[in-house]
């Protein structure tokens, strides 16, 4: 193995996703339910990503966060190379990409900042002890005062009973050679045979262990290389996270979960009267992580902090706020099973509301029970169908969503939501037709379309059949009518054209 891996598998690049609670303004208004105040996100601040992957959480950051300087570590050269053409095609200069291990960073201290915000999604449960350690002694060096550290892992109990799958896999591929994809998919199929002589510990816990099974086959290998081929894969029981980065001053403050402050409200009175006997809160997390069997955990915490919120700044900041669609209103009743349970009929209203465009958080609320509204604003947003949004930001991302669907990253920044917008593949031609043609003409930009995949002689499958020439025009056209319908109003409210 390179001594450069440090056990983790670095012959494979990371999938490119983009995790949304790391965003500011998400870990502001989760901290903010919890009853803490952050800093003014109007104001220049800095952030650190630490395993940053190909950056494409901290590209979008940065493009809705002009103001703001955003670092994002990760020791792959790939995922660096990438990420760095990417923002310099995308006219980014307030982010820095840094190919350096966690060691390095803590041998050479000046090469970051004093931070804000310290974010950090999967790591801790892929590296080793040592790199643990330099994780924390970053947090301790770099994180300010009042600064918030954002750490998502794998948890226990949840996953107690997979485990032993993750162990076999890492065993298993040392025995065999070639690249870590390779290595993934023969242990796989050594794993499929153990199957089929039923061993005890499969039946005895048989759901847990097919759902596991099934998972190695569906999902990304990319991913799934990452997930299980790491030397020093972990999970976690919160009390161990917590005294990890005690080390470091840091406290928890709770889940980086709209909801998290509304369901620990609304459970059963036995369990309320269990919890009410736990005084230590690292304990009571246990507990908690125990009744839910918590599979995986979304923490944040904090170096002290800036000031507390009682009930009535809450309130006011409520009132203060503005909401729009985080995407096309076709939901369902089905879409609305959330827990705790809130009447059906108060999410169609809010959503339909938003359908017609950003309303302010009195517009919802009249006529409402105003802590439903609140509660049921909060569990659209944590289910990314609605968004707060913020009418004083003013700057262009078109350079940088151009730049995103040129290289087939179809992922958008959208600066009045301080978040993104994730296009399906002919959705990103119309909005980038719509920005070159400056029109919003769906007949003129289904017709650009059809012309530019004309002449290049390309056809489109649809349903199982090779569309070309009127065929092709024509269903281009509904598409494109669709979009305008669906897509165009969120674009427009996000500030993305």
């Known amino acids: ?34 009853g803490i105040q952050t800093l003014d996100l109007d104001k220049p ?12 959480t901290s590209l979008v950051m940065a493009a809705n966060y002009p103001h703001a300087q955003f670092i994002a570590v990760d020791f792959n050269p790939t995922h660096i190379a990438q990420a760095q053409s990417l923002a310099s095609e995308a006219g980014l200069t307030n982010i820095t990409f840094l190919e350096k291990s966690f060691a390095q960073l803590n041998t050479e201290p000046h090469s970051i900042p004093d931070c804000d915000f310290i974010a950090l999604h999967g790591i801790f449960t892929w590296v080793s002890d040592e790199n643990r350690q330099h994780i924390v002694d970053i947090c301790e060096r770099h994180l ?21 799958i993750q162990k076999l896999l890492y065993a298993t591929s ?21 199957q089929t002589v039923k061993p005890r510990f499969f039946a005895t816990n048989e759901a847990v262990i097919q759902k596991r099974l099934e998972g190695l086959v569906a999902k990304d290998r990319h991913y799934l290389v990452h997930e299980y081929l790491h030397e020093g894969w972990r999970a976690f029981y919160f009390t161990e996270i917590a005294n990890w980065l005690r080390q470091a001053k840091l406290e928890f403050i709770g889940g980086a ?38 599979v995986f955990r979304r923490d944040i915490f904090s170096r002290g902090v800036i000031g507390r919120l009682d009930q009535n700044a809450r309130v ?30 108060l999410y169609r209203s809010l959503i339909d509301h938003l359908a017609a465009g ?8 009249n006529g409402k029970n105003r802590r439903d509204t609140v509660n049921a604003l909060l569990q659209l947003y944590q289910a990314n169908m609605i968004t707060p949004y913020y009418a004083n930001t003013a700057h262009s991302v078109m350079r940088f969503n151009q730049a995103m669907i040129k290289r087939n990253q179809p992922l958008i920044a959208l600066p009045h939501s301080r978040s993104s917008l994730r296009l399906k593949t002919f959705d990103a031609q119309f909005y980038i037709n719509a920005i070159k043609l400056n029109t919003q003409d769906a007949t003129k930009i289904a017709q650009a379309v059809f012309q530019e995949l004309e002449s290049k002689q390309m056809t489109i499958t ?33 500030g993305a054209i």
């Open 1 to 34: 193995m390179q001594t450069w891996m440090e056990g983790y598998e670095s012959d494979v690049e990371y999938t490119t996703g983009y995790y949304r609670e790391q965003e500011p303004n998400f870990l502001s208004l989760c901290a903010a339910t919890h």
């Open 45 to 56: 601040f800095t952030y650190l990503e630490l395993g940053c992957g190909y950056g494409m």
């Open 144 to 164: 300010k005062a009042g600064g918030i550290v954002y750490n998502s892992y794998n948890a226990k109990p949840g996953w107690s009973m997979a485990e032993p």
């Open 174 to 194: 040392k025995q065999f050679s070639g690249s870590s994809l390779e290595r993934f998919d023969q242990s796989v199929k050594l794993i499929q045979q153990l």
């Open 257 to 294: 979960v709209p909801t998290d402050a509304l369901i620990r409200t609304q459970l059963t009175p036995a369990t309320d009267k269990l919890l009410a006997q736990i005084h230590d809160n690292d304990t009571r997390e246990l507990y908690l992580d125990i009744i839910k069997n918590t």
């Open 316 to 345: 006011r900041w409520f009132n203060e706020s503005q909401w729009m669609l985080a995407k096309p209103a076709r939901f369902d009743d089905e879409a609305f099973n959330f827990k705790p349970a809130l009447n059906k009929d």
């Open 358 to 365: 950003v309303c302010s958080f009195s517009t919802l609320a």
């Open 462 to 494: 649809h349903k199982g059949e090779t569309l070309s020439g009127i065929a092709m025009k024509n269903h281009l056209a509904n598409l494109a009518t669709k979009w305008h319908s669906d897509i165009l109003p969120i674009l427009k409210q996000g």
